[in-house]
Each structure stands twice: as structure tokens, then as C-alpha cells.
């Protein structure tokens, strides 16, 4: 989608390509695999344009924010004459270098639209593709995700899908549902319209890490496809990284030779993870896991990765969003002036008290509501109540039983307030750090990744030295943690709305994030998965010189980062690494709360656009060009790293 960035490629990096590529080949085919390998899409050079200028060619829109020369590709239109000559003559010579297996991938409007929703056109696009294909490989099956009519939903309705699809026969045209797991396409087009089609389970977007997955509706999207008699063909994963969450990729691979429910599969998912000689309890503790954020009850990223952001347009609630009646209690007031528990109050009133409305609404949105394992989107939050119905006042406070329960930031935890028999009682459990102010708050419910980390710890003495053990160990931990420093986050940002400043207590929270942000690197230090280093090492390995080996590590960090000379990608890539955080994430994160204090000393208002100008040019884009080494095996033992973690931040196991 971009005319190239990065670039340009060397001829060194060319030819060893293109010998890895022989022996993947060589492997897969020796395995049984059919490799697929590309077709002629349209997207052409600027050369191409000066060479050919009566060349039916547009611009794609600019991808990305990519400014020129990077952005807004050239594309040849499939009607165009030479197209067909390009296409046949790429597959043919493709072929004498890769041999074929007949199936060809392209997606020639991938997140761009096309220049015209007439039928007539997108048919005769599609035909042309696979005639290009065809005239080279009479043989030739064309592979194509169908991401384009989710990502641009406005533009592919029915019969600009069923235009392009139906131009080429149903048997010489596969679909990657490319996004099953969550947005089935199949069954908002017939499956396909006739097409075979793979379910797909992609989940994760940049490879950034997350404890997330929902296996039951994985069974029950594949299963009814199955049942319908859709034109489902095979199962397949399209992650863009795949060094996190296996239980969802193994389990979507599996239905390629058995149906297995999400319960039988998990029930000895410890068993073949950690070996044999696991303790029994860790596999009950897999099964209340597979029961939450196995059931689409989990998140991805970390704040911690993140810009730095004070005001986004899904902060924390103002210290004036609320203007309720009957007043609040005076204690939850107290917590509306001075904590991101702000939400929590909002929570409960409009839970209890519908028709009372907020004078403004700026709530975060809620990815998942951990306490009772069921997703939570925008802002939509979960009540339980006893005795208890809220559109038939007056109500009856002395005997009501009522508990809200929310999600704050990714994978924060849960809490919520209860009113017993006149009694207010606010409680939460924040996946890590109990939350404290003016009101004592105690545990309402437990959080499954504190259970998950109290369960794998305890049984460290017998798994310490397996290194699947170790993974998990920290990638709990790592969550937690995360779902912590969102909450401390909160807090900070509500500061920035209350008069007068509360300076003191800003700066406390600062140097608490600060210090959870180096606990976090260390403890992403102690296992090998979670190492920046390695990153950076295997990119230098393929230059031959110095100046190679610096434009490989550039990219490396690039795309890790800024992804673009600017960041058009910024932090999509993202990644909780050791080194990456102190080397990369600690420097904004300071800058951004040397700022911040600043301005709130000064009493004014903190200078978003001016941080962002300034993060990018003295930290981000030095980082890209610079030259410190990173450790590439483990600092610190994560078995004892992890416990002592535990310790500080939840207490003893």
C-alpha cells in the first residue's frame, strides 16, 4: 500500500532472500505442504509510469499518512492492456525460480478502495486478475482475503461483493475469512457466494502481546459453518505475530482433524504444555483461565507501550461530569473530586438511576469485564442487582443489594459498589494493586490473572526449569502489571481537571508509575521471549557490512516503533520487551511526566501537540539511528523476579 519505506534494499539481502526462500520451499513441499506464492496485483513503480505514460494507471489514497515519496503506490488498472502481459509474464518467470503449486495469493484493493462501486468495473477487474493468473498456469487457484470488505464495509455492499467474487469461477477462488474469530464474513454473504472459503482466526494486530482468545465462539462460528453446509474448506490462523496466546492458534488448528469443545480441549492443556510431570492444580488453573480470558474475556497491548497521552478522547471523567440527584454520599463525592474512581461512581448511579444523566460523558471504554468473564464495549457496564428494579421508583435503599462491576483500561481488573441494607461499601480488585483513598477498598472480586500468577507461582519449585513455564510465568505477571500502571494512569489524568492542583499527589503517582515501569523491565528481562535484543541481533546477521547491518538494525527498530519516518504506524508493532522498555518507553514516559508536572505546577494547561513534537524529535527519531547494544539472554532468573514481584504489588501467595 506505500511505494516502499526503509529502503532501498541491497542486493546482498536480495539474494539471501530469495535462498531462504528456496529451502522453506524445499521443506514445505517435503512435508506435504502446498505453498502458495503471489500473483500480479497492479501495483507498478513511478518508473513504470515515465516508461508507459498512456498507461491506464491511478493513485491509491495515501495509506497510512505516508507523506511522498512513500505513500500513494501506483496502480495499473487490471482493464488496462499490459496488465495481462504483466501478470502472465510475473507467474511464469515466479515459476522458474519456485516452481508452483497452483495457488496464487492477491489482493489488489487490500485497504483501498477502488476507483469506481460499478459493478461492471469490479467484475471486470477480479477477471482480469485471474486471467493474468490463468494464461501463465491453466491450472491456477487464486487465494485472496477478504479483510477488504470488512475494512471498507461503506464501500463493499452486497453488490460490489458479489460483482467481484462472481467474475471468477467458484472452484478458481479461495477466501481467507481473514478475521472469523471475531467478524465472520461468510455469513454476511452466503459464504462467498459460492466460494470456498478458509475460517480464519487472526486475534492479534502487530504482534503485540495480550492474554486473550475466545474459544467458545471459535467451536460455535466453525461449527455452524459446518452445520449449514457453507462452503467452508479448512481452518487457518493469520495472526501478525504468533509468539503470544497459543491455546487460541493451537485450538483453531485442531478442527482440522477434530472437533474438540473448549472444555475438553483445556482439561489437560497443562499436561502437554509444562510435560507430564506438571502438578495436577496447574490444569484446574488453565480451566478457569480457558473459562475467562479464553472466553473472550481478555485484552491486548500496554499502556506502558504507548505514547503518552494526557487528554485522550476516552480519558478518565472530569471532576464536573457528574451532576446527579440525589446527591452521591459524600464519600464517593470525595472519590469524584480526587480519583479515576470517578467511573466507578458513575458506574453506580446510572446502574441504579438510569434516567439520571450525566452532564457529560467522557468515560473510558472498557475492554472486558473480568469479574463476570463477559466482554464489555464501550462503556457498557454490567449490574447486578437483588431485590431491586430501577425503572420503579421509589426505591428501597435499606434493602437493596447491588453490585456494578467494570473494567478501567487494559486488563486493569474489576470492582465495584454495593449498598447493604443502608450501607455503602465501595471494593475493587485491580488485577494487582489494591486501590486505596479516602475509602478503604477490599477485594469484591477476585481476579483470574492474580489467581493465574498466585496458581503458576506456587508450583514454581517443580516447573522453574521448563521454559513453556517460564513464558507463562511472565506473561501473566507482565499483564498484571500493565493492568496496574492503567490504573495509576487514570488517577494521574484526573488530577489534571481538579482545583486547586494537586501537585503533591501527582508527583507521587509519578514516581509509582515510574518505578512499576523499571519493575516491568525487569521483569520482561528475565526470559528469553521477552528480550529486545535478539530483535536487533537476528536483523544485523543478515549485512554483510557495517553500513548493511546499521540499515537492517534501523529497520528493526523502526518498525517496532515509529513505523515510518514520522510515525504514520506508530506504535502499532508495539512490543513489551526488555531493553525496549528502559531503552525506548522509560525515556518519553519521563519526559511526558517532566511536562505534565510542569504545567500543573504552573497551573496550565498541559501542551499535548508541543509534547508530541518534542517526544518524536529528541527521543523517538534519535532512537531509530542509534547504536547501544541490548542484552540478548536473560538479566535475572523470572522465577524469583516474578515472586518478588507478587510480593510488592499483591502480597503473599
Same mark, same amino acid.
Given at each position: 500500500?506505500?511505494?516502499?519505506? *526503509? ?120 477477471? #482480469? ?50 478475521? @472469523? ?24 494486530? *502487530? ?35 504468533? +509468539? ?33 510431570? #506438571? ?10 483461565? *480457558? ?38 454520599? !459524600? ?13 466507578? !461512581?458513575?458506574?453506580?448511579?446510572? $446502574? ?49 443489594? @447491588? ?66 513455564? $517460564? ?38 503517582? #509519578? ?21 529486545? *535484543? ?38 502499532? !508493532?508495539?512490543?513489551? +520487551? ?17 511536562? $505534565?508536572?510542569? @504545567? ?54
Amino acid at each position: 500500500n506505500i511505494q516502499g519505506w *526503509g529502503g532501498p534494499v541491497t542486493l546482498n539481502w536480495i539474494e539471501a532472500r530469495f535462498s531462504l526462500q528456496l529451502q522453506i520451499l524445499t521443506r514445505m513441499r517435503d512435508l506435504g505442504m502446498k505453498p502458495v506464492l503471489s500473483a500480479f496485483a497492479g501495483h507498478v513503480p513511478e518508473g513504470f509510469v515515465h516508461r508507459y505514460p498512456d498507461a491506464n494507471v491511478t493513485r491509491s489514497p495515501n495509506w497510512g499518512n505516508f507523506p511522498a515519496p512513500y505513500g500513494q503506490v501506483y496502480l495499473l488498472e487490471a482493464t488496462d492492456v499490459r496488465f495481462g502481459d504483466i501478470g502472465t509474464r510475473y507467474i511464469a518467470m515466479q515459476t522458474q525460480l519456485f516452481g508452483t503449486d497452483h495457488l496464487y495469493n492477491c489482493d489488489t484493493f487490500n485497504e483501498m478502495d477502488p476507483r469506481s462501486n460499478a459493478s461492471s468495473y469490479l467484475a471486470a477487474s477480479s477477471r #482480469a486478475v485471474f486471467n493474468a493468473m490463468l494464461n501463465a498456469d491453466p491450472a491456477a487457484v487464486w487465494l485472496m482475503q477478504s479483510w477488504l470488505f470488512r475494512d471498507s464495509s461503506a464501500f463493499w455492499g452486497p453488490a460490489q461483493i458479489q460483482a467481484y467474487l462472481g467474475a471468477v469461477p467458484d472452484e478458481r477462488l479461495w477466501l481467507l475469512d481473514l478475521s @472469523a474469530n471475531d467478524d465472520p464474513i461468510w455469513s454476511k454473504t452466503n459464504s462467498f457466494y459460492g466460494k470456498p472459503f478458509i475460517w480464519c482466526n487472526l486475534l492479534d494486530f *502487530g504482534g503485540q502481546q495480550g492474554i486473550d482468545g475466545n474459544l467458545p465462539a471459535i467451536h460455535d462460528d466453525i461449527m455452524r459453518a459446518v452445520a449449514s453446509k457453507s462452503t467452508i474448506i479448512g481452518v487457518g490462523i493469520t495472526m501478525e505475530g504468533i +509468539w503470544q496466546n497459543y491455546p487460541a492458534f493451537e485450538y483453531t488448528l485442531r478442527f482440522g482433524w477434530l472437533n474438540n469443545t473448549p472444555q475438553d480441549y483445556i482439561i489437560d492443556y497443562a499436561d502437554r504444555r509444562y510435560g507430564p510431570d #506438571a502438578p495436577k492444580s496447574i490444569n484446574a488453573l488453565w480451566r478457569d483461565i *480457558g473459562n475467562t480470558f479464553y472466553a473472550g474475556g481478555g485484552s491486548f497491548g500496554s499502556l506502558i507501550t504507548r505514547r503518552p497521552v494526557l487528554n485522550p478522547s476516552t480519558g478518565a471523567v472530569s471532576s464536573t461530569a457528574l451532576n446527579l440527584t440525589p446527591p452521591l454520599p !459524600a464519600w464517593i463525592a470525595r472519590l469524584t473530586q480526587q480519583d479515576a474512581a470517578s467511573d466507578l !461512581a458513575y458506574a453506580y448511579h446510572t $446502574s441504579l438511576f438510569p434516567s439520571i444523566q450525566p452532564v457529560e460523558e467522557t468515560l473510558p471504554s472498557h475492554v472486558g469485564d473480568q469479574c463476570s468473564y463477559g466482554k464489555v464495549r464501550n462503556t457498557t457496564l454490567v449490574a447486578y442487582a437483588s431485590g431491586f428494579d430501577p425503572s420503579k421508583p421509589p426505591y428501597d435503599l435499606s434493602s437493596l443489594t @447491588a453490585a456494578v462491576r467494570w473494567c478501567s483500561g487494559v486488563g486493569a481488573g474489576c470492582g465495584g459498589i454495593t449498598l447493604v441494607q443502608g450501607r455503602y461499601e465501595a471494593r475493587a480488585s485491580w488485577t494487582g494493586v489494591p486501590h486505596t483513598s479516602d475509602v478503604s477498598f477490599t477485594k469484591l472480586c477476585s481476579s483470574p490473572l492474580v489467581n493465574m500468577w498466585r496458581g503458576l507461582l506456587s508450583v514454581r519449585s517443580t516447573l522453574r526449569t521448563v521454559p513453556a513455564y $517460564s513464558f507463562d510465568l511472565v506473561d501473566v505477571s507482565r499483564q498484571v502489571l500493565s493492568g496496574n500502571f492503567s490504573n495509576l494512569f487514570s488517577q494521574y489524568q484526573s488530577l489534571f481537571s481538579i482545583k486547586p492542583p494537586q501537585v503533591d499527589k501527582a508527583k507521587a503517582l #509519578a514516581q509509582q508509575m515510574q518505578d512499576l515501569i523499571h519493575d516491568f523491565d525487569t521483569l520482561l528481562s528475565s526470559d528469553v521471549n521477552f528480550l529486545l *535484543g535478539p530483535w536487533i541481533r537476528d536483523a544485523r546477521a543478515w549485512g554483510e557490512t557495517d553500513s548493511e547491518r546499521a540499515w537492517l538494525e534501523f529497520n528493526a527498530r523502526n518498525q517496532l516503533t515509529l513505523w515510518g519516518p514520522r510515525g504514520e504506524v506508530n506504535d502499532y !508493532a508495539a512490543k513489551s +520487551w526488555g531493553g525496549l522498555v528502559r531503552g525506548y518507553y522509560t525515556p518519553r514516559w519521563n519526559l511526558f511526566f517532566s511536562d $505534565s508536572l510542569t @504545567a500543573l505546577e504552573a497551573g496550565k494547561p498541559f501542551n499535548q501537540t508541543a509534547y508530541t513534537e518534542r517526544v518524536l524529535q529528541t527521543i523517538e527519531q534519535p532512537w531509530q539511528t542509534a547504536t547501544e547494544t541490548y542484552p540478548v539472554t536473560p538479566e535475572h532468573d523470572s522465577t524469583e523476579v516474578s515472586y518478588a514481584l507478587f510480593q510488592k504489588y499483591i502480597g503473599s501467595l
